[in-house]
């Protein structure tokens, strides 16, 4: 199966500053990956899709990039609710895989 | 809107069987997939596998495949997800979500699935 590796752990961040997260996949999974944000006692919630397609009714601040094996996830401009732990997960082979998440919290 | 609406937490010995519901609504439940995907505590998400609600294919993942069977009741917008033979490895937290075959995009609450003796 394909293994998504997420980098760093933890990243924190002050309020207002951007947040740069990584995901790599053990082969490539062309532009089939999303990103899921979650927040402690919460179902994740989809952010990104298809590599650097913003899910409905995420901000602008959000921006993903990415094809292959390497993806970022971007957060410009850090706001107070997006404090949370983000997953990638592809969605180009059996089974769908999930990376070990990067929790943005605050500096 | 979306919303999943998920059966209540559950406690189980080892060996027993686990059946969790996932109840739609706000959409055509027979245009989508459902999804199950768990999360055992400080462990990455899992995905175990999904149902095409329209025409009944499953998909397993190979992990699961023997001990897991996913079901739905179009006429009550729900889908049910049984795991069988549970050892406290499978303590986790069990989510529904909507998507089409590949990619998920609305989640329910979870589920909080206990196996202890």
């Known amino acids: 199966e394909i293994v998504m590796t997420q980098s760093p752990a933890t990243l924190s961040v002050s309020p207002g500053e951007r947040a740069t997260l990584s995901c790599r996949a053990s082969?490539?999974?062309?532009?089939?990956l999303a990103w899921y944000q979650q927040k402690p006692g919460q179902a994740p919630r989809l952010v990104m899709y298809s590599a650097s397609t913003r899910a409905t009714g995420i901000p602008a601040r959000f921006s993903g990039t990415g094809s292959g094996t390497e993806f970022t996830l971007t957060i410009n401009s850090l706001q107070s609710e997006d404090f949370a732990v983000y997953y990638c997960?592809?969605?180009?082979?059996?089974?769908?895989?999930f990376g070990g998440g990067t929790k943005v919290e605050i500096k | 809107q979306v919303r999943l609406v998920q059966s209540g937490a559950e406690v189980r010995t080892p060996g027993a069987s686990v059946k969790v519901s996932c109840t739609a609504s706000?959409?055509?439940?027979?245009?989508?997939?459902i999804h199950w995907v768990r999360q055992a505590p400080g462990q990455r998400l899992e995905w175990m596998g999904w149902?095409?609600?329209?025409?009944?294919?499953?998909k397993y993942s190979q992990k699961f495949q023997d001990r897991v069977t996913i079901t739905r009741d179009t006429s009550a917008s729900t889908a049910y997800m049984e795991l069988g033979s549970l050892r406290s490895e499978d303590t986790a937290v069990y989510y529904c979500a909507r998507g089409d075959i590949v990619l998920i995009d609305y989640w329910g609450q979870g589920t909080l699935v206990t196996v202890s003796s």
């Open positions: 082969q490539s999974v062309s532009s089939n």
């Open positions: 706000g959409y055509t439940f027979t245009s989508y997939a």
């Open positions: 149902i095409n609600v329209g025409n009944g294919d499953k």
């Open positions: 997960q592809q969605f180009d082979y059996w089974p769908l895989t």
